[in-house]
Structure formats: structure tokens, C-alpha cells
């Protein structure tokens, strides 16, 4: 532990954050690749298993530097948190900017698109139908996480693990009707300005909800081993503000492409 005569924590040498920007940068090229050379998924999925092996390899560091080490004085922690409210603003911003291109071509629709949105011949799923039910979905997963926070504050920890373990199922539950719905649409990536705007704003949440269930998918792990405490909950903490920026991200997009949409 390198904390002499100061509150910061000097961070000893790791191969993870030269692996993971290596990885991170494949699977950007990979899926480049797959978008305009070849539809093969080889070199995606083995960069993007890879990446997630290597996250959980670095959080594993990271818990027992805290956990362990004793590295993470108060000032750490408020320090971390506010990283953490700062990560998840950039991400309301780069969610915003693909809002922003939605509302531009919808409200002005050009020729390209015949001059109205939806754009001729593209048939919308209904608000009614699979977008509400995964509403709900993620709503419910939002409830339960926040109950198991509550549970776990209780010392109650065999109902905050059920509870817990409910929402990543959901999540993975919507993540499998969110492929459905992909699988039977009538349009595509290519179709028009409407095909872009809709894959890329549903694509990027269904990314956050993956990278939101690895998150959970840790603590889990972590409330399974008895690991946390009432002065020991920062990272469980994270976890739910991310994945209730995932919910309300998904309430726009609910409220914006699928009903003001149609």
C-alpha cells in the first residue's frame, strides 16, 4: 500500500488498462469490418469476450485493493464517486448528441425520405406491443435492484441476492425480446436515415444494458462471497445508478422513436 504522508492512492503497475484500450480498439475495427466488408462475427465476438474478460480481471485488482489492501481512504471514495457522476454524464451527452440526429431528421424530414416520418413503405413496431413489455421489463429490473440495495443496508442478504439475481434476469430477458424485435423487423441499418437513427439509439442502449449486466453480474458475485458492509458499498452503489440511467436512457427512447414516432 503506497500512502505515506497523503490520502491518494498511487495505483501499482497493471497490464489491464494497455489490454483493454488493445481490445477495445479491435472490437471497433471488428465491427467496422462487419458493417462494411464481411457479415462474419469471428473476430467481434472473440474481441469483445476478451475485453470482458479482461473488466472483470481489473475490477477483481480493484476489489481487493479495497477490500484487502485497505487503499481507499474517505476522500478516495468521494473521489471515485464523483468519477462515477462524471462517466455517467458523458454518457447522458453521447446519448443526447444521438437524440439530437433523431429529432433533426424527424422533424424535417427531406426527400429522401419522401418527405415524412416514418418514412414510406417502413412499418413501425407498435408502442402497444413488445416496446412496452420491455418498458416494463426494465422498469421492474430497476425496482428490484433498488430493493436489494435496501435489503443489503438491512443486513438482510439472502433476500438482497434473490432480488439482485431477479434484475439481471430481467435484463438478460430484455436483451433476448430486444433481439427478437431486431430479428422481425421489416427494415434494416440501411433503410434511410430512420433505419440508422433507430439501430444506432436501440444498439447503443442494448450495449449499455450488456455492459450494466456485467456490472450486476460482479456484485452478485461479490454479495455471494459476503464481501460488503454498511461502510462497504460503493461499488453496489455504481452499479445501481448505472443501471437506473440505463432505465430512464430507455424511457426516451420508448417515449421518442416508438410512440411520438408513430
Known sequence: MMMDNHFFHLVKYSPWPILIAFNLTNTIMSLIKL????????????FFFTTIMIMFQWWRDIIRESLYEGSRSVKINYMISSGMIFFIVSEIWLFISFFWMYFYYSLSPDMTTGSIW????????????????????LLMSGFLITWAHYDLTMNNFKNSKTSLLMSILLGTYFLMIQGYEYLNSNFSFNDSVFGNSFFILTGFHGLHVMIGLIFLITMLNQLSMKTFSLVNLYGFEYSIWYWHFVDIVWLFLYLSIYWWGM
Open 118 to 137: 416514418p418514412p414510406y413503405l417502413i412499418i413501425q413496431m407498435s408502442f402497444m406491443d413488445i416496446p412496452l413489455l420491455n418498458t416494463l421489463i
Open 35 to 46: 458493417i462494411l466488408v464481411s457479415p462474419s462475427l469471428l473476430f467481434f465476438f472473440f
